[in-house]
């Protein structure tokens, strides 16, 4: 089965362009201050960037997955909070608006509440308004920072992990959805341990997932693993199951939208079924997520909100070319008859027992226990949970 994929991997290889347009950037225009987005509803067919001069566009945003993924929501929430207040809107409202734009993912909530306190104790400490707005930006750039080199100790974490349970190297890898530099202002979480074995020489092939129904596998994954070079080989998600009985997995990487108190934890649906799969077939199923996904807030996964999609993103598929990517009902083609009812969940949610261990920057957790959770996280962060804005 290796020779057969070993021919697909001259294709993949063929791309060259190993650098990636970033995928969120602060811009002073002379018309003032814009946040820019590569449009990832157009990828992989074309790399369009989506300037946000106010919050509604970027709500917009957040909700048809132009910007997505936890580490880069948190990122658009910070700077939408300072685009806010840079721009003279009302912060509190755009605070409100912006941390509610998807339910799921906590670093959202996480980024608007860093860039808002920072901009209220600006305020509190006598600034004026161009003070607490520049205080607010400052604070985004901040998490920006923390984000990038987040992504590079993951990285290095995970590939000790990796060598410590698979001595033998050359590792097959399974991951779900999109989890490199598109959602992080580093290298990502899950892919970036792929990108760091891949640098060793010992990433023999990376399995893609496809990801329905909105294809962040074959269209976001897929794009960064040729970019970079790797061996990678797209499957359809219900294609997963043979793959692992015939032997062709090694480990599972995937990333999390919000880790739960007891080590549960939330992440693009079809984790927690490549999680049962695993445990049955004796897989590691390693979560790489920054400790900012972490909320102890929430105790357990019943208490996780999983963010339910419209119905139109299974009954239609998108068209390239189409300007929203078919983000809007009627713009895809067909594929069940008018009027079907549909189950959309965008996540589900994996218990900790099926997690072999949670990679963060701050290290490794194996097996996956409150106790341990809780020491993972910085002591002066309680968790990430709903905020009081
Ligand atoms: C980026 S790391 C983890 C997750 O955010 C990722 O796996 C995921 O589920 C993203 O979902 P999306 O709906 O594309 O925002």
Redesign the pocket.
Known sequence: MADQYAAQNAASVAHTDSSLVPALRWEELPEGPVLVLLD?RRLPSEEVELVCTDVPALVDAIHT?AV??????GLAGAYGLALAAVRGFDVEEAAEKLACA?P??V?LAYGVRRALSAYRNALKGGADLTGAAAAALEEARALHRQDAQASARMAAHGLDLLKELLPGGGYRMLT????GAL??GGT???FAVAGAAHRAGELRRLWVDE?RP?L?GARLTAYEAARAGMAYTLLTDNAAGSLFSAGEVDAVL????RIAADGSVA??VG?YPLAVLARYHHVPFLV??PTT?IDLGTPDGSAIEV?QRPGHEVTEFAVPGVPEGGSEAGTGVAVAPLGTQTYNP??DVTPPELVTAIVTENGVLSPVTEAGLAELCDGSRSGNGMMSI
Request: include cysteine; charged fraction near 15%.
């Open positions: 990832q997955l997505r993924g936890a580490p880069l929501l998807r799921t993912a670093n779900h959805c999109n989890t959602v992080s990502g979480t899950a990801t909105l962040q995937v990333g999390a939208d992440n693009k984790s790489v997520a996904t963010e965008a996540f």
